[in-house]
């Protein structure tokens, strides 16, 4: 069952079956009720049904109306042609034969005779229209009247059940069957005219609305018991179609709820208007094509058909998904606004239900403003109360205003805060409610903040002295030791062994005061605790020397320097000291830690980086890195942070961080990017010139 309820293939024959036999149900119900109506009167042939013969009348009378209107209010219904015999004749303009009639006017041929002009009005051209007059009266069917006397073969509009009122100036058709009466006014008498009037089915070929009907009430005829079948199967079928649809729509293998689409999100309200704007149009159409009756029109008419099935189906399927998923009503925009307005009803009250003041005092406070406006407004019309409106309208301004003031004195100052200011006060007695308990809380918080600063900076300096006071300590041994350490050196010593430990004790003592020297500086320059000398340096110059005094340990490592200068000399302005301890810690590192055999590239050039055309140089000192770096730029700038985490090497973590430290001191850039197994080093400087 679940395999018939998901199964596209039938859903699909299903949707094509369903307007199908909607459309036999349709046609069966019209042939029953087309037979009903003009096939009980044992006509074998169309012409000889009452339909016939009323539209007969009909375009006869009309043209009778036409010639009386051309000869006495100047109606161009008729175009006069040449005289034949004496007699004016009017031939019918072709641009009206068309307008009405359901097409019968394609197959009657009339010839109407003003008794008073001999003028005659025809829609048939000849020679001899006395012949014509013969011709007429020998015709298959025919109709005339001369002088109050019908004369015809057709059964519906003879003299016995036709007649002219006088009085009135209309035909009277009497159905026999019904008892009847269809009308046809003529506006002056006819009296004056001698009509005669024949059926010419070979006046044409063309497809007519008559053609059509006529068509359809010989095929009724013919098959009369057919749609004795076609309709209870039809019936059928369509109920069976239409509960299999029910059942199965929204249904998807591998899928247990209601699968939805963009178009079942749509609000239903939306959808069905399109649909019925759509339906309306394309209804109206296929009714109008029925009427402009030919093959192309009757084709589009189905075509129109089924454009109208298919948009009732997206809506009735969009309707049962909805239903079946339970969001029917959900789906509808009024709903969706209702919701939306409820929730935000219900966030208000629950606002006010809360335990602070404030939002009770809110809510209350605007009410009232509510209640006090509508009442002043609705007295709007005495001269007080548009005094009392508008003097509570200024009164409620100033409220909000000195309201919004305070706000922008507590958003300043926080932003105060927020710059690292701490002498930050608000006045609190310049406020009021609510406002007045956040200045306090402002004032504690400034107040903490500016504590917590002079805690901070307290203990920075206490840590750097710390730093400085071991340094110093440490310093004052490890001297003596370096001295004994060289005296030892200068022995003439035998032994291997104590040569070896004698070199390990050098390089270890030298790598501590390294490491003690390093300290003492991190702590001054984090301190800011450095006093700086700036002077104009050639910064080619002073790579030049520091590539110079390193090329030995370049050497060893067998690392190749790559160098980009610009031709032209760039000057910065630094602490000379400071600007070779950055380059040199740099330097150190690569000989640290770069790939031997590899290739260091070092770039400098000049850049303009913002708006005030001030030019930087540029500093850019790009290695591979022999250990893999799996660490962030951010984390190898910290202190005490290596690259080498095995820490076999002889660094001591402090370098990158002081070159940073001391490269932002004199008002410069320094960033680390770290891209795989590529270190970089970028440095902005300020170009003086």
């Known amino acids: 069952m679940n395999n018939l309820r998901t199964s596209k293939a039938l859903k699909f024959v299903s949707y094509i079956l369903f307007p199908v036999f909607v459309l036999l149900i349709g046609l069966s119900i019209f042939h029953l009720a087309f037979l009903d109506e003009y096939g009980n009167t044992g006509a074998t042939k169309f012409i000889d049904t009452e339909m016939f013969s009323s539209d007969y009348v009909y375009y006869i009378t009309d043209n009778i109306q036409n010639a009386y209107n051309q000869k006495n209010n100047g109606s161009r219904m008729f175009m006069q042609l040449e005289d034949v015999n004496g007699n004016e004749i009017y031939?019918?303009?072709?641009?009206?034969?068309?307008?009405?009639?359901?097409?019968?006017?394609?197959?009657?041929?009339?010839?109407?005779?003003?008794?008073?002009?001999?003028?005659?009005?025809?829609?048939?051209?000849?020679?001899?229209?006395?012949?014509e007059i013969e011709n007429m009266k020998n015709a298959t069917k025919y109709w005339n009247y001369d002088n109050g006397n019908i004369e015809t073969n057709m059964e519906y509009i003879n003299s016995n059940n036709i007649r002219y009122n006088s009085t009135y100036q209309y035909f009277v058709i009497d159905d026999v069957n019904s008892g009847e009466s269809s009308t046809y006014a003529v506006d002056k008498a006819i009296t004056g005219y001698t009509i005669y009037s024949r059926y010419n089915p070979d006046r044409t070929g063309g497809l007519t609305n008559y053609k059509i009907v006529e068509g359809i009430y010989e095929f009724c005829l013919k098959h009369k018991e057919m749609p004795i079948y076609i309709l209870p199967i039809s019936v059928i079928a369509t109920f069976a179609i239409g509960i299999y649809l029910c059942w199965a729509i929204g249904h998807e293998k591998g899928k247990d709820e209601i699968t939805l689409n963009y178009i079942d999100k749509i609000p239903y309200e939306i959808l069905f208007l399109a649909w019925t704007i759509l339906l309306t149009i394309f209804a109206a159409g296929a009714i109008e094509c029925l009427h402009i009756a030919n093959y192309i029109t009757v084709i589009f008419a189905f075509v129109l058909y089924f454009i109208c099935y298919i948009i009732c189906a997206i809506t009735a399927v969009s309707t049962i998904k909805r239903l079946k998923a339970r969001k029917f009503i959900k789906s509808f925009l009024i709903y969706k606004v209702g919701k939306w307005m409820f929730d935000k009803l219900?966030?208000?009250?629950?606002?006010?239900?809360?335990?602070?003041?404030?939002?009770?005092?809110?809510?209350?406070?605007?009410?009232?403003?509510?209640?006090?406006?509508?009442?002043?407004?609705?007295?709007?019309?005495?001269?007080?109360?548009?005094?009392?409106?508008?003097?509570?309208?200024?009164?409620?301004?100033?409220?909000?205003?000195?309201?919004?003031?305070?706000?922008?004195?507590?958003?300043?100052?926080?932003?105060?805060?927020?710059?690292?200011?701490?002498?930050?006060?608000?006045?609190?007695?310049?406020?009021?409610?609510?406002?007045?308990?956040?200045?306090?809380?402002?004032?504690?918080?400034?107040s903490g903040f500016s504590n917590a600063i002079q805690e901070s900076l307290k203990s920075e300096r206490l840590k750097t002295e710390l730093i400085t006071n071991v340094s110093h300590d440490i310093k004052t041994p490890l001297t003596s030791i370096i001295n004994y350490v060289d005296l030892l050196k200068k022995e003439n010593i035998q032994g291997e062994k104590v040569k070896e430990y004698i070199e390990i004790l050098d390089k270890k003592s030298q790598r501590l005061k390294k490491l003690t020297e390093d300290l003492v500086e991190a702590s001054k320059v984090s301190s800011g605790n450095v006093k700086l000398n700036f002077e104009s340096i050639a910064i080619k110059e002073l790579f030049n020397q520091t590539i110079g005094e390193f090329k030995d340990r370049f050497e060893e490592k067998n690392l190749k320097i790559e160098v980009g200068m610009p031709e032209e000399d760039i000057k910065i302005?630094?602490?000379?000291?400071?600007?070779?301890?950055?380059?040199?810690?740099?330097?150190?590192?690569?000989?640290?830690?770069?790939?031997?055999?590899?290739?260091?590239?070092?770039?400098?050039?000049?850049?303009?980086?913002?708006?005030?055309?001030?030019?930087?140089?540029?500093?850019?000192?790009k290695n591979i890195s022999k250990d893999k770096l799996n660490i962030s730029s951010d984390e190898l700038m910290q202190r005490f942070v290596r690259g080498d985490r095995s820490r076999y090497t002889e660094g001591s973590g402090l370098g990158l961080s002081i070159a940073k430290s001391l490269t932002e001191l004199q008002g410069g850039k320094f960033d680390i990017i770290i891209d795989g197994d590529l270190f970089k080093v970028e440095i902005d400087w300020p170009i003086s010139r």
């Open 91 to 131: 031939y019918l303009n072709r641009d009206y034969m068309y307008s009405y009639y359901n097409g019968i006017n394609e197959y009657v041929d009339f010839i109407i005779i003003d008794k008073e002009t001999n003028a005659i009005y025809t829609n048939m051209r000849s020679s001899d229209y006395n012949k």
């Open 346 to 446: 219900k966030k208000m009250f629950e606002t006010i239900d809360e335990k602070t003041t404030e939002n009770k005092r809110l809510f209350w406070y605007y009410l009232l403003f509510i209640i006090i406006s509508v009442m002043l407004a609705c007295l709007f019309y005495t001269g007080i109360a548009i005094i009392l409106l508008i003097g509570f309208w200024i009164w409620a301004y100033y409220k909000l205003k000195k309201y919004i003031i305070g706000q922008e004195k507590i958003k300043n100052a926080l932003k105060d805060i927020y710059e690292g200011k701490n002498d930050v006060k608000l006045n609190e007695e310049e406020l009021t409610g609510v406002l007045k308990e956040m200045s306090v809380y402002v004032n504690d918080i400034a």
């Open 573 to 621: 302005k630094a602490d000379s000291r400071y600007l070779y301890r950055i380059i040199e810690n740099l330097f150190s590192n690569i000989t640290k830690y770069a790939l031997e055999s590899s290739r260091v590239y070092i770039d400098v050039k000049e850049e303009n980086r913002d708006s005030n055309n001030q030019k930087y140089i540029n500093i850019s000192i």
